[in-house]
T-cell receptor, first 111, second 114 residues
């Protein structure tokens, strides 16, 4: 079956620090990969996506590259802000409409 | 706010009671998905509905759980005779067509069973 494993949190950083959240996956076929973010008091929202190997998704200064050889989709941001404090979920979809999610990583950025 | 609306945000029930969770999809969306997040776990697919139809309920427990999406009104996730293991966050999402992964989520309903 499909599964997603992501870095356990919580992660606490200072403003302007570099953020990496690791995500690896197992899937049948050729999945599309996603990062969703949940800000405090809000629903999950799509942050970025990649639909095929070597694609790079990017949004709001975040990036993730679809690495088929390592089955990974690590999320990175070069300089985080307090407003990036949220829970980040790695997810995939393969051949149907069901998203498979990782457990989520809580990120707290301190001023 | 034209986003996905879920209520209640928090619900407390005693064992054996019923829980009803409601979800109004984003305006113009006719596809609704329910996901459950147990403590320390990722969101897990429960059910996919279109107006008046259950398309896929393969993620729903066989007993006590049911879902509907009537022609008028919100989608309802109903849990009968709740047990402590039902305590979780229940997320609803919607899309304008069958999802390819891009979903719009509500804030979730957190059910606590005492």
């Amino acid at each position: 079956g499909n599964s997603v494993t992501q870095m356990e949190g919580p992660v606490t950083l200072s403003e302007e620090a570099f953020l990496t959240i690791n995500c690896t996956y197992t899937a049948t076929g050729y999945p599309s990969l996603f990062w969703y973010v949940q800000y405090p008091g809000e629903g999950l929202q799509l942050l970025l996506k990649a639909t095929k190997a070597d694609d790079k998704g990017s949004n709001k200064g975040f990036e993730a590259t679809y690495r088929k050889e390592t089955t990974s989709f690590h999320l990175e941001k070069g300089s985080v802000q307090v407003s990036d404090s949220a829970v980040y979920f790695c997810a995939l979809i393969a051949n149907d409409y069901k998203l498979s999610f990782g457990a989520g990583t809580t990120v707290t950025v301190r001023a | 706010n034209a986003g996905v609306m879920q209520n209640p945000r928090h619900l407390v029930r005693r064992r054996g009671q019923e829980a009803r969770l409601r979800c109004s999809p984003m305006k113009g969306h006719s596809h609704v998905y329910w996901y459950r997040q147990l403590p320390e776990e990722g969101l897990k697919f429960m059910v996919y509905l279109q107006k008046e139809n259950i398309i896929d309920e393969s993620g729903m427990p066989k007993e006590r759980f049911s879902a509907e999406f009537p022609k008028e009104g919100p989608s309802i996730l109903r849990i009968q005779q709740v047990v402590r293991g039902d305590s979780a966050a229940y997320f609803c999402a919607s899309s304008g067509a069958r999802s390819t992964g891009e979903l719009f989520f509500g804030e979730g309903s957190r059910l606590t069973v005492l």
